[in-house]
């Protein structure tokens, strides 16, 4: 997978990371179809300059992926886990989508 992220970042480089990830994971759907698979994965990665994660599967529902932002206990901070680490306000990312978050703890959240 990373693989094919990187890959597709380089044929891509005008566009975001979020782009490669998105082509990356429709390819992915695309072959589970055509081969009659499923697939369900978590994926998380860095530019170094934002923090990237998807909750995906060819089927529902999808592996669990959540994420709080500025918790009394990590203020100026976000957190994304594949679950709750510890009692909090933690929002479920919706199925079949990217997060992003930058440096600024500002979170974009858009399907696939």
């Keep these: 997978m990373a693989v094919a992220i990187l890959s597709q970042s380089q044929i891509n480089k005008h566009r975001p990371p979020e782009y ?3 082509t990356t994971l429709l390819t992915l759907l695309e072959m589970a179809k055509r081969y ?3 697939a369900s994965l978590n994926v998380v990665f860095s530019d170094g300059h934002r923090l990237i994660a998807s909750r995906f599967a060819t089927t529902s ?3 669990s992926l ?25 929002i479920a990312c919706p199925e ?3 997060i992003s978050v930058g440096a600024d ?6 399907q696939i």
């Design 61 to 63: 529902p999808p592996p």
């Design 105 to 110: 703890c500002e979170i974009q959240i858009e």
């Design 20 to 22: 490669a990830l998105r």
């Design 66 to 90: 959540d994420w709080i932002r500025d918790d009394p206990t990590f203020p100026q901070s976000v957190i994304i886990a594949s679950e709750p680490l510890f009692i909090a306000n933690w």
């Design 36 to 38: 009659q698979v499923e």
């Design 96 to 98: 079949n989508s990217i």
